[in-house]
């Protein structure tokens, strides 16, 4: 199975969220160093990334499976 490009890719991402949604954070990595957004559309537009990620990525055995036949195959 195939799912393409994520969203965001090439993007290392971190959502740091807690109890007060009002103190939600995203953090993102760049060349000129991090970058910190807590608006409310951009927290959305991330969760949803995430959670589409969270969908489309393998589980920890099938992950396990595919990184060892691609070791095979070299």
């Given at each position: 199975m195939?799912?393409?490009?994520?969203p965001g890719?090439g993007h290392?991402?971190m959502y740091?969220?807690?109890?007060?949604?009002?103190?939600d954070t995203?953090?993102?990595?760049s060349?000129?160093?991090?970058?910190?957004?807590?608006?409310?559309?951009q927290l959305?537009k991330?969760d949803?990334?995430?959670?589409?990620?969270d969908?489309?990525?393998?589980?920890?055995?099938a992950?396990?499976?595919?990184?060892h036949?691609?070791?095979?195959?070299?």
């Amino acid at each position: 199975m195939e799912a393409g490009e994520f969203p965001g890719a090439g993007h290392a991402v971190m959502y740091a969220h807690g109890a007060v949604p009002q103190l939600d954070t995203v953090q993102l990595d760049s060349a000129h160093g991090p970058e910190f957004t807590h608006a409310d559309a951009q927290l959305s537009k991330y969760d949803a990334h995430l959670r589409w990620m969270d969908e489309h990525a393998l589980d920890e055995s099938a992950s396990r499976d595919f990184i060892h036949g691609i070791v095979r195959q070299l």
